[in-house]
T-cell receptor, first 110, second 112 residues
Framework: LAKTTQPISMDSYEGQEVNITCSHN???????ITWYQQFPSQGPRFIIQ???TKVTNEVASLFIPADRKSSTLSLPRVSLSDTAVYYC???????????FGKGTRLSVIA | NAGVMQNPRHLVRRRGQEARLRCSPM?????VYWYRQLPEEGLKFMVY????????ESGMPKERFSAEFPKEGPSILRIQQVVRGDSAAYFC??????????FGSGTRLTVV
């Protein structure tokens, strides 16, 4: 299975924009790119999903370049409550489940 | 519409006992996935089920672990003769198709 690669950890101050990049080597043509957020002692929570270019919702923006070999999750004006682990699992087509890496641990500092 | 319900939230078992973890998917969701998470690690896929069928069990240990998703009732992940290495958080997710997984809050298994 193709693996994703992302930084192990990041720190940010409150109010800043945070960009977390994930590499998607060997991504297949029909795969979608998804991002999940996980707080301690909770299950992951879906944030955003995209196939190419830019997707925006009320929580975040997702940027995917034309070659789709990476994606960037952008969190505008983070707060302390955004401290969590962020994952970028591929969503393959067909009956193949999400594959999670170790994620990026984001720490937001006051 | 309640989310994915997992119970129990915490489960303590002695070595050699059996552990049964339950997952009730969201209403209308027919796809169930089980993942295991060790401390400070990512989620490792275990098994993917649809009603009464195991679709992909490539992440399941070959021995002591089994899963089912009967026509009626919750999905069950069963671990026989637990060992200390089975201590982890076990998460269940459901989806109506291949999109949009919704995860439960997990069951934390501690083997003593």
């Amino acid at each position: 299975l193709a693996k994703t690669t992302q930084p192990i950890s990041m720190d940010s101050y409150e109010g800043q924009e945070v960009n977390i990049t994930c590499s998607h080597n060997n991504i297949a043509t029909n795969d979608y790119i998804t991002w999940y957020q996980q707080f301690p002692s909770q299950g992951p929570r879906f944030i955003i999903q995209g196939y190419k270019t830019k997707v925006t919702n009320e929580v975040a923006s997702l940027f995917i370049p034309a070659d789709r070999k990476s994606s960037t999750l952008s969190l505008p004006r983070v707060s302390l409550s955004d401290t969590a682990v962020y994952y970028c699992p591929r969503l393959p087509s067909g009956n193949t489940p999400l594959v999670f890496g170790k994620g990026t641990r984001l720490s937001v500092i006051a | 519409n309640a989310g994915v319900m997992q119970n129990p939230r915490h489960l303590v078992r002695r070595r050699g006992q059996e552990a049964r973890l339950r997952c009730s998917p969201m209403k209308g969701h027919s796809h169930v996935y089980w993942y295991r998470q060790l401390p400070e690690e990512g989620l490792k896929f275990m098994v993917y089920l649809q009603k009464e069928n195991i679709i992909d069990e490539s992440g399941m240990p070959k021995e002591r672990f089994s899963a089912e998703f009967p026509k009626e009732g919750p999905s069950i992940l069963r671990i026989q003769q637990v060992v200390r290495g089975d201590s982890a958080a076990y998460f269940c997710a459901s989806s109506p198709s291949q999109d949009g997984y919704t995860f439960g809050s997990g069951t934390r298994l501690t083997v003593v």
